[in-house]
């Protein structure tokens, strides 16, 4: 069960200003049913066109969408449309006493719902959001529900998020097939200025002792550990030049399949140390 | 607030008479029944009547009984097994509405350069055993399929799937933790080979379960360094819990009748009146064999985790399909293979009835689900949309 605040279960059972204005000055709807939430949000202006005087929403969607949608309603109310567009998805949720991080999306949500619904009343395109699967400018990383990489980096930037789970949590990009994770990635460095980590380059020239040393760690650090996985071991009996002695233990020994393994093991040294390695099986 | 539980399928309470059993084997009768003294000797003896009323359930043979952990462990230790026995065999079959227990072992696999085949299902859940049979071959190490599905409560054919598979030479495992106890099984008129059952979905405690082996079945234990369970399972017998697992089994075949009797037709009384006082619903699996016990109904343009939040309100514990409750952002697994509608699969609720659910439960449930319903559609935009067509 979900770890909901006090504030989001009263927002939950309660919530504040459900449904629509006949008149609204600006209509914004974001998600979709396939999207498993969405968020149609009306406003209403005061005379001068200046001011929130009521905002209303339909939702869509799990207790915290329902939750965030009534807080961001009663946010709104009194505020300039510019103090509007000014509210942060982070201060809807402390606005709620905070939510869990898988469900800072619905936050996202009632954001989004506002820039579209102001936009669409000054005229100006709809910021893009790929939220509402439409195609529009910048790239569609996560295919699964339809957001471009401009999106997720200004989700990134303002949430200061490290982490794919996290873009997941805040935007839902990644949480379905997983296939935009490594774009995911790129773009959190990209956007925190993190050098790509360099990936761990072998050596070219090695010495007899550096190349036996090398050898030992990376059975030991990479190839047992995925014995042990499925019951088996092995145990390095003697380093010849390239050629690497080992003798297969516990459930590897005698298994059938151990010369698929020996390739297994053989592929990885030649990965890690050396090209011209040779993985030899003995009985020791 | 008393509950009104009907989450069976994702855990029971224990029963009393199964509490009562277990309950000297922690502090007065906590001997090893491996120990030479009368004192172990006499949980031996207790473990043994477990094996034998387990058995008695099943239909098969005390020798055949293997505990465990959870059903969890006897699934990894069913498959595992078969691959040891066949390691030259690179090919395995389930289906892609497993419980997880089966289906990420298998999916896994792949990444060791296994073949790995999942059966589809049909728009209510069910198999089609010709696609069991043209993808079964002599490379097939095993096929594990359920015999029930837990959030849907549907029936796999699972005599007919193994005896297509024994054809093939390859080993057949269901996982029946969701059918033991509900519907009749008789191991000794039965094509399968191995099959797990857990504790905890059957009024025993939580950390229970067992693996059935067929007499002459090649099998490779998991868990190697005792001579428990024959050989098939080290690690000291967790006493107090099998004993409860076979009481459980005892007392489960006392009440057959009454699962395939009174349960199931608090099931359809429910099933009946929710769909008679909400608009768009739609019974998952409804149209194939069935639980007696189990209720998967979708309810359009509504978002189960809300659903559920409101019934908690009302004491009612049920569970969803949904995304938003797991954590995870698409509809269940299950739903999705089924080919369940995104308008339905979102707002799809679980009810799992026990013998201890009660007509008053099963009321309560008719009378507070479908304001529930209207509200939230009230507040949902495609709700309203729906409800001004009409």
């Keep these: 069960m979900w770890d909901y605040t006090d504030k989001v279960k009263e927002h939950f059972l309660n919530p504040r200003n459900v449904g629509e204005i006949a008149d609204a000055d600006a209509v914004g709807e974001v998600g979709s049913l396939a999207c498993g939430d969405a968020l149609k949000l009306f406003i209403k202006l005061d005379e001068k066109k200046e001011r929130i005087v009521d905002a209303k929403f339909q939702t869509f969607g799990c207790g915290s969408a329902i939750a965030s949608s009534s807080a961001l309603t009663e946010m709104v109310k009194g505020k300039t449309l510019d103090e509007a567009l000014g509210v942060t998805n982070q201060e809807i949720a402390d606005f709620l006493g905070g939510l869990p991080e898988e469900k800072m999306h619905c936050s996202v949500m009632g954001q989004e719902a506002l820039e579209v619904a102001i936009a669409k009343y000054r005229g100006v395109e709809a910021p893009k959001h790929g939220h509402d699967h439409v195609e529009t400018e910048g790239e569609i990383v996560c295919k699964c529900f339809g957001l471009t990489d401009l999106f997720l980096k200004k989700v990134i930037a303002s949430n200061k998020l490290h982490t794919a789970e996290q873009v997941t949590h805040f935007t839902k990009a990644g949480g379905a097939c997983g296939g935009c994770i490594p774009k995911i990635k790129e773009l959190i460095a990209e956007v925190m200025g993190e050098e790509k980590k360099v990936a761990r380059e072998r050596p070219t020239k090695l010495t007899n002792l550096k190349k036996m040393q090398l050898i030992q760690e990376t059975l030991e650090n990479e190839i047992r550990p995925q014995l042990w996985a499925d019951g088996g071991d092995l145990e390095l009996i003697d380093i010849d030049g390239p050629n690497v002695q080992v003798a297969f233990r516990k459930a590897c020994a005698g298994c059938a399949s151990s010369g698929y393994t020996a390739k297994f093991v053989e592929q990885k040294l030649r990965e890690m140390v050396s090209d011209d390695i040779v993985v030899q099986e003995v009985q020791g | ?390």
């Design chain 2, 1 to 390: 607030m008393k509950e009104i539980y009907l989450d069976n399928n994702a855990t029971t309470k224990v029963d009393d008479r199964v509490f009562e059993e277990m309950r000297p084997y922690f502090c007065e009768l906590y001997g090893n029944p491996s120990s030479m003294h009368f004192f172990g000797g006499q949980v031996q003896k207790k473990v043994d009547e477990a094996r034998g009323r387990v058995a008695a359930l099943l239909g098969a043979m005390p020798d055949e009984i293997v505990f465990t952990a959870c059903g969890t462990e006897s699934d990894n230790a069913a498959i595992r097994s078969a691959l040891e026995v066949f390691p030259e065999k690179r090919h395995v079959i389930t289906s892609r509405v497993e419980h997880p227990a089966v289906l990420t072992q298998c999916r896994n696999l792949t990444k060791r350069g296994y073949r790995v085949t999942e059966l589809n299902v049909d728009g209510d859940g069910q198999l089609d055993l010709k696609e069991l049979a043209a993808a079964v071959d002599d490379d097939t190490a095993i096929v594990s399929l359920m015999y029930a599905n837990n959030e849907t409560g549907v029936v796999f054919p699972i005599e007919e799937a193994a005896r297509i598979v024994k054809e093939k030479g390859a080993l057949f495992h269901t996982d029946a933790v969701q059918a033991v106890g509900k519907i009749p099984l008789n191991m000794a008129q039965s094509g399968i080979d191995m099959l797990s059952l857990s504790g905890h979905k059957l009024h025993a405690p939580k950390g229970v379960g067992v693996l059935y082996v067929r007499r002459g079945t090649p099998f490779r234990p998991m868990l190697v360094g005792g001579h428990q369970e024959r050989g098939r399972r080290a690690g000291t017998e967790n006493t107090a819990s099998i004993i409860a697992m076979g009481k459980a089994c005892e007392v489960a075949q006392l009440h057959m009748d009454e699962e395939s009797g009174r349960v199931r037709e608090l099931r359809d009384r429910l099933q009946r009146e929710l769909t008679a006082l909400i608009p768009n619903t739609r019974i998952n699996g409804g149209g194939t064999q069935r639980l007696p016990n189990t209720l998967s109904i979708a309810m359009e343009f509504v978002e189960g985790e809300g659903i559920l939040l409101l019934l908690s309100e009302k004491g009612i514990c049920a569970s969803s399909g949904s995304a938003c409750t797991s954590g995870s952002l698409e509809p269940s697994h299950v739903l999705r293979a089924m080919g369940v509608p995104f308008t339905c699969a979102h707002g799809s609720i679980r009810f799992s009835l026990s013998r201890f659910t009660t007509d008053a439960e099963i009321d309560a449930v008719i009378k507070e689900l479908p304001p529930i319903i209207s509200r939230l559609r009230e507040m949902s935009p495609f709700g309203r949309e729906f409800l001004a067509k009409k």
